[in-house]
């Protein structure tokens, strides 16, 4: 970002006060992550894209762990040549976050050579090299899966002491706490090792046709790598194939809108072999593909499909009922590709030269070799090992709840990742000794209070973001991902929306006009609202809620840019939605008529 700054600014971080009453829970993060007064002189924005609710002392790990990875990967992996990494700082369980880049000429030039040797290797082994991530990733879960339940015996069962382990149930204990946390922050570094590739070779050919075509759109040049298969997209597939398998076996009357799950197996055991038969088929879609949480994998609450069937189950009633009158309900994925292959072929027949068109050629080629990472890899990383992650902290919890030291198990997510260490650590040395934990005494009080303090925090807005407004946002990284510009900071420090109060611009994601009921989603527990025609009016989408995009007949968002997860799956979902608007959620009232043109990125409050 440009170092010239203006006078307009947001409030600056020194200015943005704990809540009071709950400074103790905010003194719970770790020291390394609160603001101190020299932050006052950069730019923050609050990570609305992946932390849109107040976070637990635990579920700050997915940020720290996050974070670390990236900054490792662009700083030190592939030395991304003007970008480094990114901090992050907590408030009032809020996440700003701030970019570090690189502006000397020479560093620039050095880290180029670098980037060459290191980047490039992988764009030219792409196929091998994302096969092999594939395998660690599996190995990774598998690993994870293989941990032992946490348990403390009354004794070393006879068995180990005559196999001469040599090691007790308590460091057992301790090492299985380890291996899970290690693993969880080898996960990130997983996570990172193709991503900002992905979006680099995008962001090349995006920078191309901007030169190439002064009056393309952000969503033309996005429109041109829609339409493909990622690992994401499959869960909602299975879904709409079980859909069709109930219908095919007879058995789609026992998807009756609003049934419980238990009312709905109930239904199935008792319609005989074809309801052994789609059971057998719930459980080929189970195992990985139910793995997936309703939420994007930085919220412990947010469950697996597989550990709560409400979330799928709510979707097939709707689904079986489109396979009874006719629809096919397969994503459109050939017409998004017929499309995709029309634009470039259109495009490419305005450039003048040789040269032009094999340079045009060779950056697209790369765009659609690299792009279904860029989806793909959060089925693995922020769903099914995150799952896996959270649950293994919940055996944590169980054990500590039934030794006293909170009342549930879930209260463990009121730990940072380090006061769980000292717990467990606590848990081990009165298992050793003989003596009681002291943790029963210390707990309780201070997860009340925290758990007080999430429901306070969440009452009270933040900005969206603090410090001086750069004069240029330059990193292409925050415009296409978080929909930042300057244009959109200006609109989010106008206090009275503008000129015209009926209208919010934001970033056109997915052509297309909707009008419906704006309903207000702040959390995925809210979700059950929407009813059919309605439109989503929330602070992300993200691609979990694929489901209910055949609900609805449009989205906005608070934050995104052309190439979000909330874009990107509303162009392949063919869902009219804005992103990146700032306030949309707080600026539109529940309940009222609006119109989104997601193919100039307005909206428009009618009543």
């Not at 990172?192 to 002064?214: D, Q, R, S, V, W």
């Not at 799928?312 to 096919?328: H, I, K, M, Q, T």
């Not at 030291?405 to 769980?420: C, I, K, R, S």
Request: charged share 25%.
């Amino acid at each position: 970002m440009n170092a010239l700054m203006k006078p307009k600014q947001f409030p600056l971080p020194s200015s943005l006060k704990v809540v009071p009453g709950t400074e103790r829970a905010q003194a719970a993060y770790p020291y390394y992550t609160q603001f101190a007064a020299a932050d006052d002189n950069r730019f923050w924005f609050y990570n609305s894209m992946h932390f849109p609710e107040p976070m637990s002392a635990f579920d700050m790990v997915t940020a720290e762990a996050a974070y670390c990875a990236l900054g490792a990967v662009n700083t030190r992996v592939h030395c991304l040549p003007t970008t480094l990494g990114i901090d992050h700082r907590i408030i009032n369980g809020r996440v700003y976050i701030g970019g570090n880049s690189v502006t000397d000429p020479a560093e620039i030039a050095i880290r180029l050579g670098e980037f060459k040797q290191r980047a490039f290797y992988y764009y030219e082994n792409w196929e091998r090299l994302y096969d092999q991530w594939r395998a660690k990733m599996l190995k990774l879960i598998e690993d994870a899966q293989a941990l032992p339940k946490p348990e403390l015996p009354e004794l070393e069962p006879l068995a180990n002491v005559h196999a001469g382990r040599g090691v007790a149930s308590n460091h057992i204990l301790f090492d299985t706490y380890q291996k899970t946390l290690e693993g969880y922050f080898r996960m990130w570094h997983h996570h990172f090792e193709f991503l900002l590739l992905g979006y680099g070779a995008y962001m090349t050919f995006f920078e191309f046709c901007k030169k190439a075509f002064p009056e393309i759109t952000d969503q033309t040049i996005a429109r041109m790598v829609a339409g493909f298969d990622a690992e994401i997209f499959r869960p909602d597939d299975e879904l709409r194939r079980l859909a069709r398998c109930a219908v095919e076996l007879g058995v789609d009357k026992s998807f009756q809108e609003h049934a419980s799950v238990d009312e709905i197996m109930r239904s199935l055991k008792q319609k005989g072999e074809a309801g052994r038969e789609w059971l057998k088929e719930l459980e080929s879609s189970r195992n990985p593909w139910f793995n997936i949480n309703v939420g994007d994998g930085f919220y412990h609450y947010h469950r697996a499909w597989n550990d709560d069937l409400s979330m799928p189950f709510a979707s097939l009633s709707a689904y079986v009922a489109r396979v009874n009158s006719g629809e096919s309900l397969h994503r459109p994925i050939e017409k998004l590709q017929a499309e995709r292959r029309q634009l470039i072929e259109d495009y490419r027949e305005l450039l003048a030269t040789d040269d032009d068109r094999a340079a045009y050629d060779q950056m697209i080629t790369l765009a659609h070799r690299v792009f279904p990472y860029v989806e793909g890899h959060k089925f693995y990383c922020e769903h099914w090992y995150t799952n896996l992650f959270f649950n293994k902290i919940r055996e944590f919890g169980g054990l500590l709840a039934a030794q006293g030291f909170f009342p549930d198990a879930e209260d463990v997510f009121q730990l940072t990742h380090y006061e769980l260490e000292s717990a467990i650590i606590d848990l081990m040395n009165a298992w050793s000794t003989g003596s009681k934990p002291r943790g029963p005494d210390h707990w309780p009080p201070l997860v009340a209070e925290r758990r007080a303090a999430l429901a306070v925090w969440a009452k009270h807005a933040t900005p969206p973001a603090l410090g001086a407004v750069p004069d240029v946002i330059d990193d292409p990284a925050i415009v296409m991902l978080w929909g930042i510009t300057r244009e959109s900071l200006d609109r989010w420090l106008s206090a009275d929306g503008g000129p015209n109060q009926d209208e919010i611009r934001g970033v056109a994601a997915c052509r297309g006009v909707a009008e419906g009921i704006a309903r207000i989603i702040t959390t995925v527990d809210q979700m059950s609202r929407l009813k059919k025609g309605d439109i989503l009016v929330c602070q992300i989408t993200n691609p979990t809620w694929a489901p209910i995009f055949d609900k609805i007949a449009g989205a906005v968002s608070d934050i995104g840019g052309s190439m979000s997860h909330a874009a990107i799956v509303a162009r392949e979902y063919g869902l009219p939605a804005v992103v990146g608007t700032g306030n949309g959620t707080t600026r539109i009232k529940d309940g009222q008529r609006i119109r989104v043109d997601g193919g100039r990125g307005i909206v428009t409050i009618l009543q």
